[in-house]
Every structure is written in structure tokens, then in C-alpha cells.
């Protein structure tokens, strides 16, 4: 174990009996997704909102609007690893947070640099980076779990559990995870639960279950930007799952009506959309069009790194029967050393 993860264990080992009542005595900054800033004495936080005292007047902010909070005792480089975590930048993340000190904090503190830990633990190692494992992000987000009951990043550390579930290839838990998590008050990790839950029953070939978990996720009421990436995400694999082990032409043809009314600079949406109907075609027996799908991915759209090592491993697959060794070779070799930890990686055998 890192440093890194001994310092904050031990925090937060020293401070679980003080998690079950909140003192505040300091100012405390919540600032919400839209940007905005609410400062104030915390009066009380959960899993699905936080209260926070200014003027005498008490304000209440569902966690689905908080992007995150500023904690008046958090070390004074936690802002610059929210930073380098929101560019991606988890490697320069890591070392932020190897040189900090827990020791004196309060819990609710602790706790959110633990959350923080996990997440920079767990991306580091789903890209293969050496010295990063899933069995250490499990572990905090496990300590988490046990101890943060009442944290505001609660239902975010147990998606990102659910998530890392998936890659190890534990569908069962991945999927009672995620349903744990469709009916939390917090509308956005609800509707992530949904879209991921239906990932899962998809490649578990629980077709009508996975369709009916996308129906769900598009239905949501939400209309900030990332929630509507979201929901048309769910609504293009659901017309994967409603195609279902049976005929792919209505799905195709609506899949690539999506395609066509999309920008072609949202890498997240094509990158998906293009995977979808990859996999369709590929199911369908029909190389030659799944192959172009994907190699939209690859060369158009591979900074989406969620979407990028799905279309590696189905372009290994196809080179590989088509005869086209050198490149299934030079693909492998690219999944297994951007994306080693990931679901799609640990499919390659050889």
C-alpha cells in the first residue's frame, strides 16, 4: 500500500467512532455544478443534501446540484487535485495527494480525500498505469462505504464501486450495485445507475432487463448537460438491447439517425453511437461493417476513454479473423497498455 493510501486509512480509521454527529465550527464553501457558490456554517450534510446556515437563513442543496464542497480545514492543495481530476490529469492528481496530511482533520474531510483517493486509484489503474491496482481502489472505497454513510459523495463512491465491479468482470455485483442506487434521491447518480445497470444486463444478455434500465435512464427529468449526454446515451444502447440477439435493421437505422443529428465534435455521443452500432453489426455477422463502426472510434473519437478500448477489443477480434495479424497485433498492444485494468482488457487472452 502507497503512502498515500496508509496516511488516509489511518485518518480515517482514527476518526470513524466521530462520523455519526457533525460540529462545524468554520465556513464551508458548496460549490454546485452550475457554478455558483454558497458559503456558510454546515449544519448538517447526508447522502442527499446538505444544510448550510448564512445570514440566519438556512439553505438546503440537494446533492444532484453540488459539484463539490470546500472544506475550511481540507489541506490547501485538495482544489488543485479537483482540478487536475476534472482535466484528467490523474497521474499529477496522485502525486497532489501523496504528500498530504489527514492527521487533525475532521472526518467529513478525511472521508472526501479518501473518495478523491479511490477515484485517482482507480483510473490510474484501469489505464495500466505500474503501482496502481483495483484491489487498492476497492479497498478505500470499501473504508469509505463503512464510514461515510452520511458523506454527500456517498451514492458517487458506491457507483464508482459498481463501476469497478464491471471491469473486474463481476457482473452479479456490478449489477446489485447499480440497483442499489436507481432510487437515490440524487437524480443524477440515479440516472448513471440506470444507464450503467443496463450496460451490465446488456453483456450479462439480459436483453429485455438491460432495455427496460435505458428506458429509465432516458426518462429522467433532468436537462443539464451532462445528464442529457446521459440520456441519449441510454436511448442508443437502448435500441441495442431491444435488438437483442434478434434482427439489427431497425436498430441500425435508428442509431444512425442519431449519428446524423449529432455534432460531429461531441466525441463522447458518436463515440458511443459508433460502438453501438459496431456491436450490432458484429453480432449480426457482419464484419466488414462492424470493423468501419468501430475504426470511427478509433481514429475519430478515441478520447472517450470509455468508449475507445470497446472498439479495440472488437477490431483485435476482427483483424484477428480476417487475417490481418499485424494490425490485431498493434491494437492488442494499445489496449492492453492504455486501458490494462479495464472490463475490455481482461477479455484479451492471448
Known amino acids: 500500500m502507497t503512502m498515500m493510501l496508509m496516511r488516509i486509512v489511518f485518518a480515517v480509521g482514527a476518526f470513524a467512532c466521530l462520523t455519526g454527529g457533525i460540529t462545524w465550527a468554520q465556513l464551508e464553501t458548496v460549490v454546485k455544478l452550475d457554478g455558483s457558490r454558497v458559503t456558510g456554517k454546515m449544519l448538517e450534510m447526508s447522502a442527499a443534501e446538505v444544510s448550510i446556515e448564512r445570514n440566519r437563513q438556512t439553505t438546503k442543496i440537494p446533492v444532484q446540484e453540488i459539484d463539490h464542497i470546500r472544506f475550511s480545514d481540507e489541506p490547501t492543495r485538495m482544489n488543485q487535485v479537483r482540478e487536475r481530476i476534472s482535466n484528467r490529469q490523474f497521474e499529477q492528481a496522485a ?68 463501476q469497478l465491479a464491471f471491469s473486474a468482470d463481476r457482473l452479479p455485483l456490478a449489477i446489485e450495485t447499480f440497483q442499489s442506487l436507481t432510487g437515490v434521491p440524487d437524480k443524477v447518480t440515479a440516472l448513471q445507475a440506470h444507464l450503467e445497470l443496463g450496460n451490465a444486463l446488456l453483456l450479462d444478455k439480459k436483453y429485455s432487463d438491460a432495455a427496460q434500465a435505458y428506458k429509465k435512464a432516458a426518462e429522467f427529468d433532468l436537462a443539464d448537460a451532462q445528464s442529457l449526454r ?121
Open 230 to 350: 446521459l440520456k441519449q446515451t441510454a436511448r442508443i444502447m437502448g435500441h441495442v438491447a431491444d435488438a437483442g440477439a434478434g434482427s439489427i435493421d431497425a436498430a441500425v437505422t435508428a442509431i444512425q439517425a442519431i449519428i446524423a443529428n449529432e455534432s460531429p465534435d461531441d466525441v463522447y455521443l458518436n463515440a458511443m453511437a459508433y460502438n453501438a452500432l459496431g456491436r450490432l453489426q458484429f453480432q449480426a455477422n457482419q464484419p466488414r461493417d462492424a470493423e468501419l463502426s468501430y475504426l470511427h472510434t478509433e481514429l475519430l473519437f478515441a478520447a472517450n476513454s470509455q468508449a475507445h478500448p470497446e472498439a479495440l477489443f472488437y477490431l483485435i477480434k476482427i483483424w484477428s479473423d480476417t487475417g490481418k495479424t499485424d494490425r490485431a497485433t498493434e491494437a492488442r498492444e494499445k489496449l492492453k497498455g492504455r486501458y490494462g485494468g479495464t472490463y475490455w482488457a481482461t477479455k484479451i487472452t492471448n
Open 95 to 162: 502525486k497532489e495527494l501523496t504528500g498530504m496530511s489527514w492527521e487533525g482533520l475532521r472526518p467529513e474531510t478525511v472521508l472526501d480525500g479518501m473518495y478523491y483517493s479511490a477515484l485517482v486509484k482507480a483510473e490510474l489503474a484501469l489505464t495500466g498505469v505500474p503501482g496502481n491496482s483495483l484491489a487498492d481502489a476497492v479497498g478505500l472505497l470499501r473504508r469509505f462505504q463503512e464510514n461515510g454513510k452520511n458523506h454527500f459523495q456517498y451514492n458517487r463512491g458506491t457507483l464508482l464501486y459498481g
